[in-house]
């Protein structure tokens, strides 16, 4: 096995590198993720609200891979917050993935205005009481959510995905997570290809010392700073370069130099901005 696993709060283990399907139309995600699995990648990253769990669930069906080499996480989406609704979308999801439990599964948003995220990571808890989901944990989550939630539930959630880049590091939830026994996935990995990080000579000139490309660069930093990562390409040629990160390590200054770009560079949404 080439991807290291890292390993969760609560026993479980999870390949550090893998793929993830948003924007991926659920038309063509059979065949890119049949690809990305024939790559090498055995974590993929969907959401119901991506529409493509079911496109995902017939690679992972037609692939022939053992289940226990897979790691598949979804995510619940915003509207389904809530007790019964949670369990109600967390069966959708199943069925379409066509499998009988998830690796991770994770609430996508606070949507804290709604102020349903602690009564959703009650049912979370309960999903994961039934085995059904081994881990779960949250999405785009900042500091005042984790602490509301570890205030008023039992369980810490295994993860916080959320929007990390060199441009948006995101250091104070990161802190705070790692301080809790939170592992970070980066969502965005490479900046969502938003904003020229590839033109960076941080990330130019490790690429040029490395014989490997600034997304090779890019995707080594984040597993060098531990954080879980599952870039998307359509493009087989472009999975299988991102899956080409673990013959080369960047020395403490091309890191440190990349780390150097943090400008509070978000390029999505504000998590307080979405319901
Ligand atoms: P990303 O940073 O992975 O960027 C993807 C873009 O980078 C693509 O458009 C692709 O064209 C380009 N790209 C990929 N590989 C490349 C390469 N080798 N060279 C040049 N360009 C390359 O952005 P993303 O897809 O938004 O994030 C990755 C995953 O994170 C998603 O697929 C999804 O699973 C997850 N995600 C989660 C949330 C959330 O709210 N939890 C939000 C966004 C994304």
Redesign the pocket.
């Known amino acids: 096995d080439t991807v290291p696993r890292l390993a969760l709060n609560d026993g479980h283990t999870i390949p550090q590198l893998?793929?993830?399907?948003?924007?991926?139309d659920p038309a063509e995600t059979t065949r890119i993720v049949t690809d990305a699995l024939k790559v090498g990648y055995r974590h993929i990253?969907?959401?119901a609200i991506?529409g493509n769990e079911k496109g995902v669930g017939d690679a992972i069906a037609d692939s022939g891979i053992a289940r226990d080499e897979l790691f598949i996480?979804t995510?619940l989406w915003n509207d389904r917050q809530g007790t019964q609704s949670a369990f109600d979308a967390f069966e959708e999801s199943l069925e379409k993935l066509g499998l009988e439990e998830v690796d991770l599964y994770?609430i996508?948003?606070p949507a804290a205005k709604n102020d349903r995220y602690v009564e959703s990571w009650k049912a979370l808890e309960k999903i994961r009481e039934s085995g059904r989901a081994r881990s779960i944990g949250v999405?785009?989550f900042l500091v005042p959510h984790l602490t509301r939630l570890m205030e008023e539930t039992d369980i810490v959630p295994a993860v916080d995905?959320?929007?990390l880049?060199p441009a948006h590091q995101q250091p104070e939830t990161t802190a705070f997570a790692h301080k809790s026994g939170i592992q970070i996935?980066?969502?965005?990995?490479?900046?969502?290809?938003k904003y020229p990080l590839?033109e960076e000579p941080a990330v130019t000139r490790a690429a040029h010392a490395h014989a490997k490309?600034?997304?090779?660069v890019v995707?080594r930093w984040h597993l060098q700073r531990g954080n879980i990562?599952?870039?998307?390409?359509?493009?087989k040629?472009?999975?299988a370069?991102?899956f080409d990160v673990f013959d080369f390590a960047l020395t403490g200054a091309e890191e440190q130099a990349i780390t150097a770009l943090e400008r509070e560079g978000r390029?999505?949404?504000h998590p307080d901005d979405?319901n």
Do not use: C
Not at 229 to 235: G, Q, T
């Open positions: 893998g793929f993830g399907v948003f924007k991926v990253d969907t959401a991506y996480t995510k994770l996508h948003w999405s785009n995905q959320i929007e880049h996935e980066a969502w965005g990995p490479l900046g969502q290809g590839f490309s600034p997304a090779q995707i990562v599952f870039p998307k390409s359509n493009s040629q472009r999975m370069e991102n390029v999505a949404s979405v």
